[in-house]
T-cell receptor
Framework: QQPVQSPQAVILREGEDAVINCSSSKALYSVHWYRQKHGEAPVFLMILLKGGEQKGHEKISASFNEKKQQSSLYLTASQLSYSGTYFC????????????FGAGTQVVVTP | SAVISQKPSRDICQRGTSLTIQCQVDSQVTMMFWYRQQPGQSLTLIATANQGSEATYESGFVIDKFPISRPNLTFSTLTVSNMSPEDSSIYLCSVSPLDSPTETQYFGPGTRLLVL
């Protein structure tokens, strides 16, 4: 079952922060975050495993709330290069390796 | 991470024909997957390509329409059979490297298919 992502889109000025949420109705083993720019393949950002750990990639970090089956991606002090569509991919505890992707969040960072 | 290539990068095909897409990785991988991304949409898993056995298909996808091969740990093909305009999409393979401590998946560059 497809996870729910919010918001659908967000427009930021350089230097501003944003949060993207991803939630599932089923028990998750892991959450994967990707960024896709127009005309390109999705690029892996980070993976969060069951255990509620937080990870970081440059000024992008994420958390995983295992109890709520939710993950959040934090874009801090956004840069122009952060523009793109962000997808979360969720791996269920009983579907090893298979990812179900959310609908995506389009992020536009303006000067 | 692994270096993944796909061939062809794009193609325009006539309805009723078939196209085989190749996915080649520069190192051995455990898992290989095939996804479809329709214009402006998210990624949908088609199937898991299993080395040495039949692929495992997701609901809504069948072997007759999307036959898959995986003869070894670095290569897989996806065929889109008897194509119709509704098959126009980007087809992507993803892989999980053997030396990855977690099931991180990396995507190939994709194959853009337009069916007329």
């Amino acid at each position: 079952q497809q996870p729910v992502q919010s918001p659908q889109a967000v427009i930021l000025r350089e230097g501003e922060d944003a949060v993207i949420n991803c939630s599932s109705s089923k028990a998750l083993y892991s959450v994967h975050w990707y960024r896709q720019k127009h005309g390109e393949a999705p690029v892996f950002l980070m993976i969060l495993l069951k255990g509620g750990e937080q990870k970081g990639h440059e000024k992008i970090s994420a958390s995983f709330n295992e109890k709520k089956q939710q993950s959040s991606l934090y874009l801090t002090a956004s840069q122009l290069s952060y523009s793109g569509t962000y997808f979360c991919g969720t791996e269920l505890t009983d579907s090893w390796g298979k990812l179900q992707f959310g609908a995506g969040t389009q992020v536009v960072v303006t000067p | 991470s692994a270096v993944i290539s796909q061939k062809p990068s794009r193609d325009i095909c006539q309805r009723g024909t078939s196209l085989t897409i190749q996915c080649q990785v520069d190192s051995q991988v455990t898992m290989m997957f095939w996804y479809r991304q329709q214009p402006g949409q998210s990624l949908t898993l088609i199937a898991t390509a299993n080395q040495g056995s039949e692929a495992t298909y997701e609901s809504g996808f069948v072997i007759d329409k999307f036959p898959i091969s995986r003869p070894n740990l670095t290569f897989s093909t996806l065929t889109v059979s008897n194509m119709s305009p509704e098959d126009s999409s980007i087809y992507l393979c993803s892989v999980s490297p053997l030396d990855s401590p977690t099931e991180t998946q990396y995507f190939g560059p994709g194959t853009r298919l337009l069916v007329l």
